[in-house]
C-alpha cells in the first residue's frame, strides 16, 4: 500500500504538474476516504484529475485542457489487477474507471472524440515487471484507438514496454 503526506502535492505542484490520472491499482489502498482524499488534495492545489471520481459519471468523464487553441482530452482506465481489488466507481460510491470489460472506456474515448482536437487514452494494465505484451494489451490499444483516441499511454508494468504504432497512432504500453 501507498500513502504519502497530502503536504507533498505542493511539491507536486512546484514541479508543474497540470493534471494526474488516478485511474490505477493503488487508488483505493486505504479505501473510499482516501480516494476522496486525494481528489480533494489535488483539487485544492489546482491540479486537475481524470480517471477516478465521486461517481461513475465522474470517473468516466474526459478533462479537457486547452494548448495553443486546441482542445486536448485525457481519460483513463485501469486493468491492472489479476485480482480485482480497486472498485469501480458506482452511481453513489467513489471509485475508478475500469476496463476488464472496455465498453465504457470506449464511451468516454467517443465523447472525448467529438469535443476535442486531441484524445490521449491513459491505460493502467499489463503485467508488473516484465516487457512482454498480453494480448489483451495489443488488442484492447487498437480498440481504443479506433473508438477515436489519438495515443494510447500505458502504465503498470514497473518496466518499459514496446511502443507500436496502429493506423499511424501510437500505443506506447507502458512507460
Not at 505542493?10 to 483505493?28: C, F, P, S, V
Not at 476488464?100 to 491505460?123: G, H, T
Not at 518499459?160 to 506506447?172: E, H
Request: proline letters at 4%.
Amino acid at each position: 500500500k501507498y500513502e504519502g503526506n497530502p503536504e507533498y502535492v505542493n511539491i507536486i505542484k512546484e514541479l508543474g504538474t497540470d493534471l494526474a490520472g488516478l485511474a490505477n491499482n493503488h487508488a483505493y489502498d486505504y479505501g473510499e476516504v482516501s480516494l476522496l482524499d486525494t481528489m480533494d488534495t489535488l483539487r485544492n492545489a489546482g491540479i486537475a484529475y481524470f480517471g477516478a471520481g465521486r461517481n461513475l459519471e465522474e470517473a468516466k468523464k474526459p478533462l479537457y485542457l486547452t494548448v495553443q487553441g486546441k482542445t486536448i482530452a485525457f481519460v483513463a482506465a485501469s486493468r491492472a489487477e489479476k485480482n480485482f481489488k480497486t472498485p469501480q466507481a458506482t452511481a453513489d460510491r467513489a471509485g475508478v474507471l475500469l476496463c476488464y470489460e472496455p465498453a465504457l472506456f470506449v464511451e468516454a474515448i467517443k465523447e472525448a472524440r467529438q469535443n476535442a482536437d486531441y484524445v490521449i487514452a491513459v491505460v493502467h494494465w499489463g503485467t508488473e515487471y516484465s516487457n512482454a505484451l498480453e494480448q489483451v494489451q495489443i488488442d484492447t490499444g487498437k480498440l481504443y484507438l479506433d473508438a477515436g483516441a489519438d495515443a494510447v499511454i500505458g502504465a503498470h508494468s514497473h518496466c518499459p514496454q514496446p511502443i507500436d504504432f496502429y493506423n499511424g497512432k501510437p500505443i506506447v504500453y507502458s512507460l
